[in-house]
Structures are given as C-alpha cells and as structure tokens.
C-alpha cells in the first residue's frame, strides 16, 4: 500500500511541475488548448496510477520459504516452499535474485533410472487460483555461488520477478542441515 501512495504523491507532483512548466512557456496558447492539454494531462496521469495498482494486484505470493542451514564451504542450497496466484491472470515467475548467493535458479529435481538428476527451469507459470509447491526432490529454488553458509534460524530473503514486472521479496527461514519439511 506505501508503495501505491508514492506512486500516487508522486504523479501529483508531476502534475503540478507540468501545468507550472506551461505557465511560464506557453503564453501564446489560447485557453482553449490550455483546458484540452490539461485535460489530456489528467486522463494520462489518472490511467499511469491505475497501472501499477493492477500490475500488483495480480497478486503472486510465494509462501511457508524455507531452506537447510549450509555445512561450512557449501557452494549451494535450496529453498522450498509454495507459489501461489491470488490474482485473476496467469503468472509467469521470470527471475529470482538474493543477496546470499550469486545464483538463484528453479530446478526440478527428477528420478531417472534409480539416478537424481536435475534441471533448470527458464520460466514457471503459475494460473489463477493454483498453488506450486516447491519440496526435496521435486521443484526447488537452487542457490548457487553462496556468499556466506546458511545458519540455523537465520532468516534470507529471494526476490521474485514475474514477466509483467511484479516483484515480491519471501522471507525464508533456515531449517537444521537435515530438515526434510517446513521447520516448524
Ligand atoms: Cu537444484
């Protein structure tokens, strides 16, 4: 919501350094183009606030994040969970970022002949109203490069970029090195 009113404030300030803008330049324009242009002016600032509100209003979340804690000079972990879409369009998960590793990238972890194999995923759609769940062995968010081992009850964040250019940031808890479900 913050981020709604400052998009809102900030359309407003654009609004009135425009119509100062056009006071001082365009004295020679009749008042009838004045109230045309204004009036342009308002339908286009009242359209570029409705935008954003709908972009996030198609309302990914990506809930219950968890991941292992790392044994010392781990180069990987990862983090599980479930997306859901509370909004009314499909939405495609494009990009995953984190400060803790240099890498995030969706895997799908699958049994072939007796061997765990995996593979990286380039996009995820997820439809309305449907729930993707992330577990051991299944689908799974794969940090790769990590920058520092993941501690036991420590709390990272993964920020998550779908192809209309909603973002959302997941806290994810640190489970124990063997946690196999959800810590808790
Ligand atoms: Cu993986």
Request: net charge negative; with cysteine.
């Amino acid at each position: 919501m913050a981020d709604d009113i400052l998009v809102g404030c900030k359309a407003t300030i654009e609004e009135i350094r425009v119509e100062t803008t056009r006071k001082e330049t365009d004295k020679s324009e009749t008042i009838q183009d004045q109230f045309v242009n204004r009036w342009y002016l308002r339908i286009f600032l009242v359209s570029s606030l409705l935008l954003p509100v709908q972009a996030r209003a198609a309302g990914l979340v990506f809930a219950d994040a968890w991941a292992r804690a790392t044994v010392p000079n781990a180069g990987a972990a990862a983090i599980y969970g479930s997306f859901r879409n509370d909004g009314d369009e499909p939405l495609t998960i494009i990009k995953l970022t984190t400060d803790v590793a240099g890498i995030v990238m969706l895997h799908r972890s699958t049994l072939d002949n007796g061997m765990m194999k995996m593979s990286a995923i380039e996009e995820l759609s997820v439809s309305p109203g449907e729930v993707v769940n992330l577990v051991p062995g299944g689908l799974h968010m794969m940090l790769m490069k990590l920058r520092t081992p993941l501690e036991e009850n420590q709390i990272i964040y993964v920020n998550i970029l779908t192809s209309d250019e909603e973002s959302i940031r997941a806290e994810v808890t640190v489970g124990s090195v063997g946690q196999m479900s959800a810590p808790r």
